[in-house]
T-cell receptor
Framework: DQQVKQNSPSLSVQEGRISILNCDYT??????FLWYKKYPAEGPTFLIS?????DKNEDGRFTVFLNKSAKHLSLHIVPSQPGDSAVYFC??????????????FGQGTRLTINP | KAGVTQTPRYLIKTRGQQVTLSCSPI?????VSWYQQTPGQGLQFLFE???????NKGNFPGRFSGRQFSNSRSEMNVSTLELGDSALYLC??????????????FGNGTRLTVT
């Protein structure tokens, strides 16, 4: 049962344009969402996060939008740069009584920025 | 500050053998989590340790086990290896137990191949 889904395995965008990566989740207990970026042969790197009390969070070229009613979040990258080419993972965290770490990840979307 | 260090980077084992992977968290980080990454499955949570105690466990068989030492270093063990255990195993650390305000910092992983 895939609780976090990234339905697009890959996305190709022209340099300078907007990249939009999408993520859907099914578990209503999720209340914190993160995006990670992964280059080959490296571990994932934290990019941006959003709490369920917000619907938007911005950090430079990166903006994450959360639509709780639709259980959907998206990552916008504007403008896209060649260095943004990587695999992007969406992750969600449920509220746990003990506060322990347990991120649930999507399958990832490979973003390619074309010059 | 040194990042999360995982050793070894690559391992080749035979079915039925056992393997131990090691992880040194960022200095001062007390929470260590382990994830398995396979193609098409994204990252799947194995377990999380905080102050030498396992606080949460994912849906993996008992062949997968781990422990954390007093210096926060962690080891993961897989016994009776199966072909399907071939994957990238990622370790991540954070200062606290919660995902909130302390995103995970990942190591570069150990690539395990079972033949």
């Amino acid at each position: 049962d895939q609780q976090v889904k990234q339905n697009s395995p890959s996305l190709s965008v022209q340099e300078g344009r907007i990249s939009i990566l999408n993520c859907d989740y099914t578990n209503s207990m999720f209340d914190y969402f993160l995006w990670y970026k992964k280059y080959p042969a490296e571990g994932p790197t934290f990019l941006i996060s959003i709490s369920s009390i917000k619907d938007k969070n911005e950090d430079g070229r990166f903006t994450v939008f959360l639509n709780k009613s639709a259980k959907h979040l998206s990552l916008h990258i504007v403008p896209s740069q060649p260095g943004d080419s990587a695999v992007y993972f969406c992750a969600a965290s449920p509220f746990l009584i003990q506060g322990a770490q347990k991120l649930v990840f999507g399958q990832g979307t490979r973003l390619t920025i074309n010059p | 500050k040194a990042g999360v260090t995982q050793t070894p980077r690559y391992l080749i084992k035979t079915r039925g053998q056992q393997v131990t992977l090691s992880c040194s968290p960022i200095s001062g980080h007390r929470s260590v989590s382990w994830y398995q990454q396979t193609p098409g499955q994204g990252l799947q949570f194995l377990f999380e340790y905080f102050s030498e105690t396992q606080r949460n466990k994912g849906n993996f068989p008992g062949r997968f086990s781990g422990r954390q030492f007093s210096n926060s270093r962690s080891e993961m063990n897989v016994s009776t290896l199966e072909l399907g255990d071939s994957a990238l195993y990622l370790c991540a650390s954070s200062p606290t137990q919660s995902s909130y305000n302390s995103p995970l910092h990942f190591g570069n992983g150990t690539r395990l191949t079972v033949t």
